[in-house]
């Protein structure tokens, strides 16, 4: 589950976290007190580390392809299956007797997969999806009004390749300048050079559409909260555990800590001090979420008496 621990381990503290309903703040503070120990989470012995934002988008779209809605959102192609064992899962096809990654991005957007009755519903913004696929959730308005929400689905198995770090690294854009904001401004002012760096992500996302949900679905089948959930990378740290967030909050300029959950992960989410912090749904959420690229650090709170690979927490 992460750091050495098992399920048994987390068994006997969530049946009695199942059995109360805490809202007293000092409740809660007490429950955690006493059920969980804190450990700073280290990579080699450094504590910091990168976190950034995510958000649920907002798009515009069709059930039908039209001469507006003309950018295909697809679902899960049926060959494209998941590798089994070993520490990460992958997305990929069976060939060779093996599981190898399925089209990149490049040839996906070329009609690798078109007029295979793959597409989910059409959208009117080929820039706005990209940034669907790296968020993974999102909300799509059609015509009729009605809102259509959908999720990550699955992903091709090719490497998530950062687009803001390529510009940065080939001095296409300033370090201090670039934010999820600037980025999509100079996409949409080049389109052709939006597609060309687009293509430099091979990573590509299929969806689901998702009913009856109160919000965005992570990746424990359960939906992200906003401000308390965190995606973060599996490898390293157990799903679903508690965690001590103490980093940098964009939006209100000071350093700030409080308890979140690890909800979530991400093909950009690498490393064992690294996390992604969910902002919400909206026009806020965006700005915010855009402009967290923030250092900081964070304790996992494990239950009392579980054993843990004391090579990354102390």
């Known amino acids: 589950m992460g750091l050495g621990t098992t399920g048994r381990d987390w068994h006997q503290v969530c049946r009695i976290a199942g059995q109360h309903t805490l809202k007293d703040p000092k409740r809660v503070r007490a429950f955690f007190e006493k059920n969980f120990t804190p450990y700073r989470v280290s990579d080699n012995g450094d504590p910091e580390g990168l976190f950034t934002g995510y958000y649920e988008s907002s798009l515009n779209g069709s059930l039908e392809k039209t001469r507006r809605y003309k950018y295909p959102l697809y679902r899960k192609p049926p060959e494209l299956i998941m590798s089994v064992g070993g520490k990460q899962k992958k997305w990929g096809v069976l060939k060779w007797g093996r599981i190898v990654p399925y089209h990149d991005r490049a040839s996906i957007d070329n009609g690798a997969i078109q007029k295979r009755g793959l597409e989910l519903v059409w959208v009117d913004d080929f820039v706005e999806a990209f940034f669907l696929h790296v968020q993974g959730s999102g909300r799509i308005t059609l015509p009729n009004g009605k809102v259509m929400r959908v999720s990550y689905a699955a992903s091709n198995g090719h490497p998530f390749r950062s687009i803001g770090k390529y510009l940065m690294e080939n001095n296409i854009m300033d370090v201090k300048n670039i934010s999820m904001q600037s980025i999509?401004?100079?996409?949409?002012?080049?389109?052709?050079?939006?597609?060309?760096?687009?293509?430099?992500?091979?990573?590509?996302?299929?969806?689901?559409?998702?009913?009856?949900?109160?919000?965005?679905?992570?990746?424990?089948?359960?939906?992200?909260?906003?401000?308390?959930?965190?995606?973060?990378?599996?490898?390293?740290?157990?799903?679903?555990?508690?965690?001590?967030?103490?980093?940098?909050?964009?939006?209100?300029?000071?350093?700030?800590?409080?308890?979140?959950?690890?909800?979530?992960?991400?093909?950009?989410?690498?490393?064992?001090?690294?996390?992604?912090?969910?902002?919400?749904?909206?026009?806020?959420?965006?700005?915010?979420?855009?402009?967290?690229?923030?250092?900081?650090?964070?304790?996992?709170?494990?239950?009392?008496?579980?054993?843990?690979?004391?090579?990354?927490?102390?």
Request: aromatic residues 12%.
């Open 184 to 314: 999509r401004a100079w996409m949409k002012r080049d389109p052709k050079k939006a597609l060309w760096l687009m293509h430099k992500n091979p990573s590509y996302v299929f969806f689901r559409e998702i009913k009856g949900a109160i919000g965005p679905i992570g990746c424990m089948g359960v939906p992200v909260v906003p401000g308390r959930s965190m995606a973060i990378d599996k490898r390293w740290l157990p799903m679903g555990a508690p965690i001590w967030f103490d980093g940098f909050h964009p939006h209100n300029h000071i350093n700030e800590r409080r308890l979140m959950v690890a909800q979530d992960t991400g093909g950009a989410i690498r490393g064992v001090v690294r996390g992604d912090f969910f902002w919400g749904f909206g026009k806020s959420a965006m700005e915010r979420a855009g402009k967290m690229r923030s250092k900081g650090q964070y304790y996992v709170l494990i239950p009392k008496g579980a054993w843990i690979d004391r090579r990354y927490c102390r």
